[in-house]
T-cell receptor
Framework: DTGVSQDPRHKITKRGQNVTFRCDPI?????LYWYRQTLGQGPEFLTY????????KSRLLSDRFSAERPKGSFSTLEIQRTEQGDSAMYLC??????????????FGPGTRLTVL | GESVGLHLPTLSVQEGDNSIINCAYS??????FIWYKQESGKGPQFIID?????DKRQGQRVTVLLNKTVKHLSLQIAATQPGDSAVYFC???????????FGTGTRLLVSP
């Protein structure tokens, strides 16, 4: 499978615990994005990396959220001190920037987080 | 699997009909638009995109129309099939930014 992969696919945790999700982009894609989706809504942008640099962050990304892409390949999204309101599907997407053309974002299957 | 979009606008069509899904956007600075299909329990799947310097683009069985005057986007699916049943999202991107801003979504139900 050469698509975007995410791990784990499902995570159930208790309020107050920390969780970490991983995203592996399509090979050679230099841009990586995180979105969050709640039931009945479209995905909401969280943050975006070009190579290892984090270039855009949403105000949705509170100080409990941190994302990294240390070597410009896979990325991790950590949520500290989880709250019930963090329950959502966390989606990762990747794209390849080629010149001035807008690049298409391809999404992974998502990680479904449930905070009890 | 889980349900995506519990209270979304719904379009019900018969197999073989043509479907038209509409989307309004509000940001006049948006220069790129894209349609995604999302099945229950899965991530959004790219269908077709269009840049603001175009008003129509065709793919396989799909056509996207862009009307910048009224800030309206539509997705036309020809000869709709049961496998097209899903939630469809439009998204826009503003010049100078990479984030996509998604619309509410429309559920398409195709009956055999």
């Amino acid at each position: 499978d050469t698509g975007v992969s995410q791990d784990p696919r499902h995570k159930i945790t208790k309020r107050g615990q920390n969780v970490t999700f991983r995203c592996d982009p399509i090979s050679e894609h230099n841009r990586l994005y995180w979105y969050r989706q709640t039931l009945g809504q479209g995905p909401e942008f969280l943050t975006y990396f070009q190579n290892e640099a984090q270039l855009e962050k949403s105000r949705l990304l509170s100080d409990r959220f941190s994302a990294e892409r240390p070597k410009g390949s896979f990325s991790t999204l950590e949520i500290q001190r989880t709250e019930q309101g963090d329950s959502a599907m966390y989606l990762c997407a990747s794209s390849y920037r080629a010149g001035a053309r807008t690049d298409t974002q391809y999404f992974g299957p998502g990680t479904r987080l449930t905070v009890l | 699997g889980e349900s995506v979009g519990l209270h979304l606008p719904t379009l019900s069509v018969q197999e073989g009909d043509n479907s038209i899904i509409n989307c309004a956007y509000s940001n006049s600075a948006s220069d790129y638009f894209i349609w995604y299909k999302q099945e229950s329990g899965k991530g959004p799947q790219f269908i077709i995109d269009i840049r603001s310097n175009m008003d129509k683009r065709q793919g396989q069985r799909v056509t996207v129309l862009l009307n910048k005057t009224v800030k309206h986007l539509s997705l036309q699916i020809a000869a709709t099939q049961p496998g097209d049943s899903a939630v469809y999202f439009c998204a826009e991107k503003e010049t100078g930014f990479q984030k996509l801003v998604f619309g509410t979504g429309t559920r398409l139900l195709v009956s055999p």
